[in-house]
């Protein structure tokens, strides 16, 4: 089992910068891929990013390419999102998801295993 706790979410006004946090606790062999997700109201659940800790390699979602930052401290216990220039069209509420190890898995939700309760993000222009 994992267990997984967001923070750092708030309001914040376009082009301003939030940083999300995610304590985990668990094996380690589930959470080999650590993400960040988000879902706005009326829409689908949607990849931002995520590591592979097996690999160590990094994907983004184009959305927030360049603007958002994932990482990971070296205890793997915590996962950030630092977001920066932020647009209203990020008002979400955010999630942290873990998977197991095995095959490679991208930034679709539902490869994902393990989920946190969400934080969420709120934009304004």
């Known amino acids: 089992q994992v267990q997984l706790v967001e923070s750092g979410g708030g309001s914040v006004q376009a082009g301003g910068s939030l940083r999300l946090s995610c304590a985990a606790s668990?094996?380690?062999?589930?959470?080999?891929?650590m993400g960040w997700f988000r879902q706005a109201p009326g829409k689908e659940r949607q990849g931002v990013a995520r590591?592979?800790?097996?690999?160590?390699?990094?994907l983004y979602a184009d959305s927030v390419r360049g603007r958002f930052t994932i990482s990971l401290d070296n205890t793997k216990s915590t996962l950030y999102l630092q977001m920066n220039s932020l647009k209203p069209e990020d008002t979400a509420m955010y999630y942290c998801?873990?998977?197991?190890?095995?095959?490679?898995?991208?930034?679709?939700?539902?490869?994902?295993?393990?989920w946190g309760q969400g934080t969420q993000v709120t934009v304004s222009s």
């Open positions: 998801a873990t998977a197991p190890g095995g095959l490679w898995i991208g930034l679709h939700p539902t490869k994902y295993s393990y």
């Open positions: 590591i592979n800790t097996i690999a160590n390699d990094i």
């Open positions: 668990g094996h380690t062999y589930n959470k080999a891929f």
